[in-house]
Structures are given as C-alpha cells and as structure tokens.
C-alpha cells in the first residue's frame, strides 16, 4: 500500500509539459503548476500572438503573466523525493540480506559439487571455450573470474549454470533427480521464503503463489489449485480479453479514419472558403478605393471651377476698384480749381464717365463647405455598415452544423464580423494609443549607414562605419530593420529630409540580406510593403508599384493591425490624412524597416 500512495504521490507531482517532476514548480493564475523552463518555452511560441495560454485548461491571459516560484511546492517536492530515498535505501537493505542468504545456499551447494568436481580434473583444467555472458544474459553462479553464460537454473539448487558447471546435473545420481528449468535472473522469486520450497501452488482466496507447506499452514482451507491448472483457465480469459481488445482497437481506428476524414474534409472547406473571402473582399476594397478617388477628383475639380470664377470676379473688382479710386482722384483736383468755365465743363465729363458703368451682381458666400458630399459620404458609410451586419446574420444560419461540431464556430464568426466591421482609429489621439517606441537594429544595419540618437535616427554617410561583421547584415541595399518586432496594433511616425530619397517599410525578419536581387530590397519581394517618398510619392510590394498622388510630406504616420491584416500610411499634421492602405493577411511577425537614399536621414518619433 505504501508504493501506491508514492506512486500516487508522484504523479500528482509531475508537470504537464515535460511529464517529469516539477523543477522550480510555478503556478500560473488559472492555478495548474509547471516547470518554470517548461512554461517559458511554451509561451516563448506564443510571443508571435501577444496572448499567453495554459497548456492544460487553455486559459488564456494578455500580458505575459509574470511567474514566480512556488515555494511551498517546492519544498513538498523535496520532502516528497527524501521519503523516495528512505524507501530506496530499504530495498536495498532488504536486497543485500536476500543476497546473504542466497550465497549461504550457493555455499552449501558448493560443498555438494566437491566430490565430482575432483573427478573432473581434465575437464576443469581444460581452457573454457563458452563466450562471456552479454548484458542480457544470465551468468553462472559457480564461474570464478570471468563469468559465462548460464543456459539451465535448478530449481532444487537456486542456482543458475553454465554448459561445464551443469554437467554433475546429468551425471552425478542424487543431482538427476533435480529439476532443471529455462534459466531465470530472477530464480529465487520461485520459493516460498518461509519454506524455503518450489511456489507450485496458487492461492485464489489470496491471489498468490504458495509452496505446499503454505497449504497446511497460513493457507489452511483457503481455495487453492496447481499453478498449472490457474494458467489454463486463465488461458481461455486471456484469449477472449484479447479478442476483444482487438475488436475494440479496430472500432477505434475506424473511428480516427473517419474523424481524419473530416478534419482533412473541414481544411479544404475552410481554406476555399477563406480564398474566395479574402478575393471579394479584396475586390470591394478595390472598388471602394477606385470611388474615394473618384470623389475626391470630384472635389478637387469643383474645387478648380469655384476658385476659376472667383479669381475671375476678384481681377473685375480689383480692375473697377483702380477706376473709382482714379476718378475720386480728379473729383477732388477739381474741387480745388478757381477756373469756373473748366469746373463746369470737367464735371459733367466725370459724371457721366463716373456712372456710364453698371457692376454685375457678384453673390458671395460667406461659409463655402463641401457638407453636402460628408453627409452622403456618412450616410453611405452607416448604410454600408447596415448591409454588412445584415449579410452576417444570414451567413450565420449557414454555419449550424458547423456550430453544432465545433461550439466554438459562432464566437469565432461573431468576433470575425466585429474586427471585419470595426473601423481604424480616426483622430491622431487614437492613434497614439497604439504608440510604439521603436529602436535600429546597428547588427544587421548597412555598413554605410549611420545610427544615432540612441539607434533612431539614420542617414546615409557615404562612409564605412565601425559596426562589426555580421552573416545578417545588409551588404548591397542600404535598409535597416527596428529591434522590435511589430506584434497586435502598433503605430510609429517617421521624419525624413529629402536627398536621394528614403523608403519607408515593414518586413519579415527572414527577408534576404546578401546581394542586390529583389529578394533583399524592401517592397521587391513577398517578405516587404514599403512606401517610397521623394520628390512623389508611390507603394510597392512584390515589386508592383502603385502611384499615389498626394504631394510628399515630410512626417509619415505608419500604423499596423497585424491580426486584422491592415497596413496604413497616413500624413500626420493637425488631422490625419490617409495616403495608401493594404489589407493582406500577414503569416510572420512584422519589423519597421526603412531604405536611406544619399543625403537623407530617417527619424523615429517620440510620442508627444
């Protein structure tokens, strides 16, 4: 009973992950211990998703909790591993008397074996040619020196023999009468202790292995049959426990074809699914991108109407202003003159030529706005939302066998529809909650390159800096990736002053370094999005290039929704302006990154 309770005991002790006891146990808050190594692994692969889970209930937390050593645990561990030892220790002792008293036997037996071996004095002078035992093999008891393989053990003798040692067994009379078994490490298991005779006998009332003399003793009366005659019955029930185990094992593969089936069924249907999504949706971000630029030619061109014609009224006004004031002019010098006939003369002349033109009717608003197009542009957008929560209510009916597999189908489809119908932050306050204080990386930065500001700040020198060499640096293209990894919702703003130009970028961590192929330039390649501003402004990725035609500006707000797939570039004043935005799905952390042309410097800003 006190193995089970140890055994017990131990299991309780084990930790999930690495199915050992615990080292240095934690408990994390929904209350399930680990290996403190064991579960920093585990959420070091969750770093990626920025939500931390429990291995064995799969709750999850957001921060990364921070872990701290369970004391009292530990000590019960430790208590726990001594008591092992002290349980340990008395095996052993047990062990060594068990061995005392077989080596007593095996010295008896000994005596037994002189007479015949004086007899055998050729046969023991002659070299051994047996091999010596291997670690699977059981080995003589009687061999001194060297020991070699037994192939027989005597159940009369308690002892295991080898070829040459078991001769007297075939030879001397008394020794025939001995029964000789398949060899066995474990021969002494095979006697009763207390009579020190053969267990031949099963005990069913005590389910255990007796000699004889049990029988007329403490087994008196109890239910006892031959060990032999257990066997066969037990034989029978073995081959149907059998029988069924395999029909069982059977059942259960069936079932785990059939679950395979469908779960390789459900990833098909899935990712079907999931590309045609993600092509209509990519083909309605289109078309709403291909409207907003069509509204805003719109009022750009009502804008250059409007501004024509009151160009136009100004340049009369200005033109009528100029004649008043020139006659006002003469009207006062002639105020000012003694000749009575020229007085007389000169004003009739100005007063007709004063009131001979009549000014058109100029209307001018007071408070020209566009309120017209915001209000059907607001109401198209709440419309939109409308319609889309709509659509989602008739998708999720769809989805009821679905649900009814998998319970948790309809929280992920409602959270989808939320993120899907949630808009980005609007005002640059908003933004800045996202805020995020970025750093360069100076080992894998161009040689060329130069970092300053405590890594924030980069110009191209012209000039081989001091870095040392690194197998990850950039060695053609002169770009630069951020320390941090770009995980959740992130926002940065960047400052650069023209030269060569600069290219402002985010990347995977793997993009190729070596070399000047489109595989290592930020926007040439699978791996990078990058905004290029110079003296125009354009998007690349993949090496597709897309206009922009908004003029440059000089602070470049980045803002990033990894989980969403959403990559904005926005001009950051007063207001925040969109200049190009992405919806992708992102399958790798992303890093800032940014390309410095000659004479021109990058800035990561301060959150102010």
Same mark, same amino acid.
């Given at each position: 009973?006190?193995?089970?309770?140890?055994?017990?005991?131990?299991?309780?002790?084990?930790?999930?992950?690495?199915?050992?006891?615990?080292?240095?146990?934690?408990?994390?808050?929904?209350?399930?211990?680990?290996?403190?190594?064991?579960?920093?692994?585990?959420?070091?692969?969750?770093?990626?998703?920025?939500?931390?889970?429990?291995?064995?209930?799969?709750?999850?937390?957001?921060?990364?909790?921070?872990?701290?050593?369970?004391?009292?645990?530990?000590?019960?561990?430790?208590?726990?591993?001594?008591?092992?030892?002290?349980?340990?220790?008395?095996?052993?002792?047990?062990?060594?008397?068990?061995?005392?008293?077989?080596?007593?036997?095996?010295?008896?037996?000994?005596?037994?074996?002189?007479?015949?071996?004086?007899?055998?004095?050729?046969?023991?002078?002659?070299?051994?040619?047996?091999?010596?035992?291997?670690?699977?093999?059981?080995?003589?008891?009687?061999?001194?020196?060297?020991?070699?393989?037994?192939?027989?053990?005597?159940?009369?003798?308690?002892?295991?023999?080898?070829?040459?040692?078991?001769?007297?067994?075939?030879?001397?009379?008394?020794?025939?009468?001995?029964?000789?078994?398949?060899?066995?490490?474990?021969?002494?298991?095979?006697?009763?202790?207390?009579?020190?005779?053969?267990?031949?006998?099963?005990?069913?009332?005590?389910?255990?292995?007796?000699?004889?003399?049990?029988?007329?003793?403490?087994?008196?009366?109890?239910?006892?049959?031959?060990?032999?005659?257990?066997?066969?019955?037990?034989?029978?029930?073995?081959?149907?426990?059998?029988?069924?185990?395999?029909?069982?094992?059977?059942?259960?593969?069936?079932?785990?074809?059939?679950?395979?089936?469908?779960?390789?069924?459900?990833?098909?249907?899935?990712?079907?699914?999931?590309?045609?999504?993600?092509?209509?949706?990519?083909?309605?971000?289109?078309?709403?991108?291909?409207?907003?630029?069509?509204?805003?030619?719109?009022?750009?061109?009502?804008?250059?109407?409007?501004?024509?014609?009151?160009?136009?009224?100004?340049?009369?006004?200005?033109?009528?202003?100029?004649?008043?004031?020139?006659?006002?002019?003469?009207?006062?010098?002639?105020?000012?003159?003694?000749?009575?006939?020229?007085?007389?003369?000169?004003?009739?002349?100005?007063?007709?030529?004063?009131?001979?033109?009549?000014?058109?009717?100029?209307?001018?608003?007071?408070?020209?706005?566009?309120?017209?197009?915001?209000?059907?542009?607001?109401?198209?957008?709440?419309?939109?939302?409308?319609?889309?929560?709509?659509?989602?209510?008739?998708?999720?009916?769809?989805?009821?066998?679905?649900?009814?597999?998998?319970?948790?189908?309809?929280?992920?489809?409602?959270?989808?529809?939320?993120?899907?119908?949630?808009?980005?932050?609007?005002?640059?306050?908003?933004?800045?909650?996202?805020?995020?204080?970025?750093?360069?990386?100076?080992?894998?930065?161009?040689?060329?390159?130069?970092?300053?500001?405590?890594?924030?700040?980069?110009?191209?020198?012209?000039?081989?800096? &001091?870095? @040392?060499?690194?197998?990850?640096?950039? +060695? #053609?293209? =002169?770009?630069? /990736? *951020?320390?941090? %990894? $770009?995980?959740?919702?992130?926002?940065?703003?960047?400052?650069?002053?023209?030269?060569?130009?600069?290219?402002?970028?985010?990347?995977?961590?793997?993009?190729?370094?070596?070399?000047?192929?489109?595989?290592?330039?930020?926007?040439?390649?699978?791996?990078?999005?990058?905004?290029?501003?110079?003296?125009?402004?354009?998007?690349?990725?993949?090496?597709?290039?897309?206009?922009?035609?908004?003029? &440059?500006? @000089?602070?470049?707000?980045?803002?990033? +929704? #990894?989980? =969403?797939?959403? /990559? *904005?570039?926005? %001009? $950051?004043?007063?207001?925040?302006?969109?200049?190009?935005?992405?919806?992708?799905?992102?399958?790798?952390?992303?890093?800032?990154?940014?390309?410095?042309?000659?004479?021109?410097?990058?800035?990561?800003?301060?959150?102010?």
């Amino acid at each position: 009973m006190a193995e089970t309770s140890i055994w017990v005991d131990q299991d309780q002790f084990k930790c999930p992950i690495c199915l050992d006891i615990l080292k240095d146990p934690v408990a994390i808050p929904c209350g399930h211990s680990f290996c403190m190594v064991c579960i920093n692994n585990c959420w070091d692969q969750d770093d990626q998703r920025g939500i931390y889970s429990c291995p064995q209930c799969r709750a999850t937390y957001t921060p990364r909790p921070v872990l701290h050593r369970n004391n009292l645990l530990a000590n019960v561990i430790e208590k726990h591993k001594q008591e092992e030892l002290q349980a340990e220790l008395k095996k052993k002792i047990e062990y060594q008397a068990d061995l005392k008293k077989k080596t007593y036997l095996q010295s008896e037996v000994k005596k037994t074996y002189l007479q015949s071996e004086v007899k055998k004095t050729d046969l023991q002078s002659a070299p051994p040619v047996l091999c010596s035992t291997g670690p699977e093999e059981v080995e003589c008891d009687f061999c001194t020196g060297r020991k070699h393989k037994a192939i027989k053990s005597c159940l009369m003798c308690q002892a295991s023999f080898c070829e040459t040692h078991l001769q007297p067994h075939y030879e001397v009379p008394g020794l025939k009468r001995h029964t000789l078994v398949k060899v066995s490490s474990q021969i002494q298991q095979k006697f009763c202790s207390q009579h020190d005779e053969v267990k031949k006998i099963y005990c069913r009332t005590d389910q255990s292995f007796i000699c004889f003399m049990c029988t007329m003793e403490d087994h008196k009366g109890h239910d006892a049959v031959a060990a032999a005659t257990e066997r066969a019955q037990k034989q029978s029930g073995l081959k149907e426990e059998q029988r069924k185990l395999q029909q069982r094992i059977q059942e259960k593969e069936k079932k785990v074809q059939e679950l395979q089936q469908a779960v390789d069924t459900l990833k098909c249907s899935a990712q079907t699914a999931v590309e045609d999504s993600e092509k209509i949706f990519t083909e309605l971000i289109c078309s709403i991108e291909k409207k907003r630029c069509e509204v805003r030619e719109l009022i750009r061109a009502q804008e250059k109407a409007e501004l024509s014609r009151v160009e136009g009224l100004l340049d009369q006004l200005d033109q009528e202003i100029t004649d008043l004031k020139r006659r006002d002019t003469e009207l006062e010098q002639l105020s000012h003159t003694e000749d009575h006939i020229h007085f007389l003369q000169s004003f009739q002349s100005l007063c007709v030529s004063s009131g001979s033109k009549i000014s058109p009717n100029i209307s001018v608003h007071q408070h020209p706005s566009f309120d017209g197009v915001k209000k059907s542009l607001s109401e198209l957008k709440d419309q939109i939302e409308e319609f889309c929560k709509e659509e989602f209510h008739r998708i999720l009916p769809h989805s009821e066998q679905m649900e009814e597999s998998c319970p948790r189908f309809r929280k992920i489809v409602s959270v989808a529809a939320v993120q899907i119908l949630s808009s980005e932050p609007k005002t640059r306050g908003d933004f800045l909650k996202y805020f995020c204080l970025l750093t360069l990386d100076p080992i894998i930065a161009h040689p060329e390159l130069s970092l300053s500001e405590r890594n924030r700040v980069v110009r191209w020198s012209g000039e081989i800096q &001091p870095y @040392s060499t690194h197998p990850d640096r950039f +060695d #053609h293209w =002169a770009q630069v /990736l *951020s320390k941090e %990894r $770009v995980c959740g919702r992130c926002y940065w703003e960047v400052e650069w002053t023209s030269g060569g130009g600069v290219s402002i970028a985010v990347s995977y961590k793997e993009i190729s370094r070596k070399g000047n192929g489109y595989d290592c330039g930020f926007g040439l390649n699978p791996q990078s999005w990058s905004l290029r501003c110079s003296s125009s402004l354009s998007f690349w990725h993949n090496s597709i290039k897309t206009e922009i035609p908004d003029p &440059p500006s @000089s602070r470049i707000g980045v803002y990033v +929704d #990894h989980s =969403a797939g959403t /990559l *904005s570039f926005y %001009r $950051v004043s007063d207001t925040m302006s969109l200049l190009h935005t992405i919806h992708t799905t992102f399958t790798q952390p992303l890093y800032a990154g940014f390309c410095v042309g000659l004479d021109s410097t990058v800035r990561l800003c301060n959150l102010k």
